[in-house]
C-alpha cells in the first residue's frame, strides 16, 4: 500500500487474513513525495522476501511507487523535486525495508531518466518478465520505461543467465495456466452442448410417453400406459413418408437413462414412415424395410418424401439437360471439324 499524506510505501503479509489484528506489516519505504501508485513485481514470492528480510542480498526490481506533488503546487509554489513525477523502483532490504534499486557502483535508481511525466503518476504496473514498466500519469501520458538486465554475476554466485532461465520459466507456467484456462473453457462449452442435446432428446421421450398414454386411454381405459406401437393402427393409414438425406448414429448422442423409447437409427436414402411427428424437432415412425423397428429420431435429418422426390426430379432434369448440352456441343465440334476437312480437299490444285 502507499500513502500519500505520510509518503511511506509499506508491503504487508495477508497469509493469516485480511482481518484487523491479522495483516502483518513486512517492510516499508518512507519517500520524498506524495504517493498515489504501487505495483509488486508478478513473480515475486513469499520465499523471496523471507530470503530478503533474512539478509540475502538481491539484485531485481521487486515494487514500483510514484505520485508527485500536486501540478498546482509544483507552478506556483515551486514544491518537489526535478525528477518527482518518474516512478521509483525498489528492492528488498535487510532488516525489514525496501530500498531503492541501483545498479551496483552507481548512485542511480534503475529506470530513471529518459523523460518523466509532467502530472502525478496515477497507475504503475509491472510487464511479465518485469523488464519493462509502465505509468500512466495526470498529464495525459503513458510512458514505458526499461529495467535493464540484471549485473553480470551477483554476491551468492548466481549468474543473470540463470535468473533469466527462471523469468522464461514463469512466462511459459503462465502461457500454459492461459493454456489450461482455455481448454477449460472449451470443456464447459461442450458440456453445456451437450447438457442442452440430452435436454431436447429427454423432452421427446417425453412427448413420446405422454402420446402413448392418451392413445391407451383413448383404446382401453384399463390400461393405463402403452408403447406407441399402438399408433399402428387404423388411424396410421395414411402415414406421412420421408427419406433419409444424412446418417443418424445414436451411439453419438447420450441417449436418457430409463427412457420408454429407443432411438431409431438412420442411413442415408432410407425410407421412414413416420407414425407421430411430436414437434421440436423429433418424430416416431420405423425404416419401411425393417417395420419392426421402431423408434424416435430428428426430423432435420430426413425429407418429406413429396419434397425429395421434387428434389430428385430437378436433379435429373438438370442432369439431363447438362447431357444435352455437351452432346449439342461435341457435334458442334464434329461438324466444324468435317467442314475444316472438307474445305481442305477442295482447295488442291
Given at each position: 500500500?502507499v500513502?500519500?499524506?505520510?509518503?511511506?510505501?509499506?508491503?504487508?503479509?495477508?497469509?493469516?487474513?485480511?482481518?484487523?489484528?491479522?495483516?502483518?506489516?513486512?517492510?516499508?519505504?518512507?519517500?520524498?513525495?506524495?504517493?498515489?501508485?504501487?505495483?509488486?513485481?508478478?513473480?515475486?514470492?513469499?520465499?523471496?522476501?523471507i530470503?530478503?528480510?533474512?539478509?540475502?542480498?538481491?539484485?531485481?526490481?521487486?515494487?514500483?511507487?510514484?505520485?508527485?506533488?500536486?501540478?498546482?503546487?509544483?507552478?506556483?509554489?515551486?514544491?518537489?523535486?526535478?525528477?518527482?513525477?518518474e516512478?521509483?523502483?525498489?528492492?528488498?532490504?535487510?532488516?525489514?525495508?525496501?530500498?531503492?534499486?541501483?545498479?551496483?557502483?552507481?548512485?542511480?535508481?534503475?529506470?530513471?531518466?529518459?523523460?518523466?511525466?509532467?502530472?502525478?503518476?496515477?497507475?504503475?504496473?509491472?510487464?511479465?518478465d518485469?523488464?519493462?514498466?509502465?505509468?500512466?500519469?495526470?498529464?495525459?501520458?503513458?510512458?514505458?520505461?526499461?529495467?535493464?538486465?540484471?549485473?553480470?554475476?551477483?554476491?551468492n554466485?548466481?549468474?543473470?543467465?540463470?535468473?533469466?532461465?527462471?523469468?522464461?520459466?514463469?512466462?511459459q507456467?503462465?502461457q500454459?495456466q492461459?493454456?489450461?484456462?482455455?481448454?477449460?473453457?472449451?470443456?464447459q462449452?461442450?458440456?453445456?452442448?451437450?447438457?442442452?442435446?440430452?435436454?431436447?432428446?429427454?423432452?421427446?421421450?417425453?412427448?413420446?410417453?405422454q402420446?402413448?398414454?392418451?392413445e391407451?386411454?383413448?383404446?382401453?381405459?384399463?390400461?393405463?400406459?402403452?408403447?406407441?406401437?399402438?399408433?399402428?393402427?387404423d388411424?396410421?393409414?395414411?402415414?406421412?413418408?420421408?427419406?433419409?438425406?444424412?446418417?443418424?448414429d445414436?451411439s453419438?448422442?447420450?441417449?436418457?437413462?430409463?427412457?420408454?423409447?429407443?432411438?431409431?437409427?438412420?442411413?442415408?436414402?432410407?425410407?421412414?414412415?413416420?407414425?407421430?411427428?411430436?414437434?421440436?424437432?423429433?418424430?416416431f415412425?420405423?425404416?419401411?424395410?425393417?417395420?419392426?423397428?421402431?423408434g424416435?429420431?430428428?426430423?432435420?435429418?430426413?425429407?418429406p418424401?413429396?419434397a425429395y422426390?421434387?428434389?430428385?426430379?430437378?436433379?435429373?432434369?438438370?442432369?439431363?439437360?447438362?447431357?444435352?448440352?455437351?452432346?449439342?456441343?461435341?457435334?458442334?465440334?464434329?461438324?466444324q471439324?468435317?467442314l475444316?476437312?472438307?474445305?481442305?480437299v477442295?482447295?488442291?490444285?
Amino acid at each position: 500500500t502507499v500513502g500519500r499524506d505520510d509518503l511511506t510505501v509499506k508491503l504487508w503479509d495477508l497469509g493469516a487474513g485480511v482481518c484487523t489484528g491479522q495483516v502483518n506489516l513486512l517492510m516499508a519505504h518512507k519517500s520524498d513525495r506524495p504517493l498515489n501508485a504501487v505495483a509488486l513485481r508478478p513473480s515475486l514470492s513469499r520465499s523471496e522476501v523471507i530470503s530478503a528480510i533474512s539478509g540475502a542480498p538481491r539484485w531485481t526490481c521487486d515494487a514500483l511507487i510514484g505520485g508527485g506533488q500536486d501540478a498546482r503546487d509544483v507552478a506556483l509554489k515551486g514544491e518537489g523535486g526535478d525528477d518527482q513525477f518518474e516512478p521509483i523502483p525498489l528492492r528488498m532490504a535487510a532488516g525489514a525495508e525496501l530500498a531503492p534499486w541501483v545498479v551496483p557502483g552507481s548512485e542511480e535508481p534503475r529506470g530513471k531518466g529518459g523523460g518523466g511525466h509532467f502530472g502525478p503518476i496515477h497507475t504503475l504496473a509491472f510487464s511479465l518478465d518485469a523488464g519493462l514498466c509502465i505509468s500512466a500519469a495526470e498529464d495525459g501520458n503513458i510512458r514505458i520505461r526499461e529495467l535493464t538486465v540484471l549485473p553480470a554475476q551477483t554476491d551468492n554466485g548466481q549468474s543473470a543467465a540463470a535468473t533469466a532461465a527462471a523469468m522464461a520459466a514463469a512466462q511459459q507456467q503462465h502461457q500454459q495456466q492461459q493454456a489450461a484456462a482455455a481448454a477449460q473453457r472449451q470443456r464447459q462449452q461442450q458440456q453445456k452442448q451437450q447438457h442442452q442435446q440430452e435436454q431436447a432428446v429427454a423432452a421427446a421421450a417425453a412427448a413420446a410417453q405422454q402420446a402413448a398414454a392418451q392413445e391407451a386411454g383413448r383404446g382401453q381405459a384399463r390400461q393405463q400406459t402403452r408403447p406407441l406401437s399402438s399408433l399402428l393402427g387404423d388411424d396410421a393409414a395414411s402415414p406421412q413418408r420421408m427419406i433419409a438425406i444424412v446418417d443418424f448414429d445414436p451411439s453419438t448422442i447420450v441417449w436418457p437413462a430409463g427412457a420408454q423409447q429407443e432411438p431409431l437409427p438412420l442411413r442415408r436414402g432410407q425410407e421412414i414412415e413416420v407414425l407421430h411427428d411430436f414437434g421440436g424437432g423429433w418424430a416416431f415412425g420405423r425404416v419401411v424395410s425393417m417395420p419392426q423397428r421402431l423408434g424416435l429420431f430428428p426430423t432435420s435429418y430426413a425429407l418429406p418424401l413429396a419434397a425429395y422426390r421434387q428434389a430428385y426430379l430437378a436433379a435429373a432434369k438438370e442432369a439431363e439437360a447438362a447431357a444435352a448440352a455437351a452432346a449439342a456441343a461435341a457435334a458442334a465440334s464434329k461438324s466444324q471439324s468435317m467442314l475444316g476437312a472438307s474445305q481442305g480437299v477442295g482447295g488442291g490444285p
